[in-house]
């Protein structure tokens, strides 16, 4: 076998996001982003999407039977070459539908990334955050654009998601410290976890999550 089946896992703002995109195109890992997916709902006003957006909104989660089917869906969607989920899961019961759902296919989980920071460390790059409608993310101190409010690559306009003001983000890192970070331990005593300092530089996380995959994938296919 040597398809990658990987979980990307960490507080928000610890830089998943950025880093999917450098590693989907490495790997040619078909992504996945449980937060992109669900903001698509939200906007095309889905029955799934006025659902999660209440709960996205004040800091929460969305109700893990909706996100579960959204995930197996896509999964089921994308084929068997590997997957990279950024976002998924992120409780314990999430974790268990995956493992579960992914045996039934004959299928299992390669690694969990955890791309982990400290809670300041996370706000200041939160609430400097800006994205244009396609995606692309900037920071306003660490990576900004090279016009104020314009995206590089497009042209369009930068905005700050609503969630990403500082009250919103308070409340997802207690969230994430509540319901998500049980995962690590839930990954590390099935010996799927590989830590990554998210604090480094993203170019730097990116190299070493990179070698970390080459291996893996070798090892794989040993
Ligand atoms: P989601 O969109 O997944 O948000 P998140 O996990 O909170 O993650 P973020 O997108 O905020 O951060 P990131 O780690 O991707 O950081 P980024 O790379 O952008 O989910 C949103 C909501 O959807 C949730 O709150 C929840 O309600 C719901 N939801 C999603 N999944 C769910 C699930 N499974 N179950 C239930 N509900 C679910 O980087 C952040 C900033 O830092 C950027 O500006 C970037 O340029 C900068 N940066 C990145 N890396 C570095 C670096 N190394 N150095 C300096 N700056 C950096």
Do not use: W
């Not at 076998?1 to 928000?12: A, D, K, Q, Y």
């Not at 996100?67 to 089921?76: A, F, N, Q, R, T």
């Not at 590989?194 to 990179?210: A, C, L, S, W």
């Amino acid at each position: 076998m040597s398809e990658l089946n990987l979980i990307l896992l960490g507080p928000p703002g610890a830089g998943k996001g950025t880093q999917a995109g450098r590693l989907t195109e490495d790997f040619g890992l078909p992504y996945i982003g449980t937060g992109d997916l669900l903001r698509e709902h939200v906007e095309q006003e889905t029955e799934l999407g006025r659902e999660a957006k209440q709960h996205m909104e004040s800091g929460g989660l969305v109700p893990d039977d909706l996100v579960i089917k959204m995930i197996l869906e896509k999964i089921d969607e994308e084929g068997d070459d590997g997957f990279l989920l950024d976002g998924y899961p992120r409780t314990v019961p999430q974790a268990d539908a995956l493992a579960e759902e992914l045996e039934k296919r004959g299928r299992r989980l390669n690694a969990a990334l955890l791309v982990d920071a400290p809670d300041d460390v996370v706000m200041e790059r939160i609430t400097g955050r800006r994205q244009c409608s396609n995606g692309h993310v900037y920071h306003v101190t660490f990576d900004p654009p090279k016009h104020d409010g314009v995206c590089d690559q497009d042209g369009k306009p930068l905005n700050q998601r609503s969630d990403d003001k500082p009250e919103k983000v308070a409340k997802r890192l207690q969230t994430y410290h509540e319901k998500t970070a049980p995962l690590i331990d839930y990954y590390d005593e099935r010996g799927l976890l590989r830590r990554f300092d998210g604090t480094r530089d993203k170019v730097e996380v990116h190299d070493h999550i990179r070698a970390t995959l080459a291996t893996l994938r070798l090892e794989e296919r040993l």
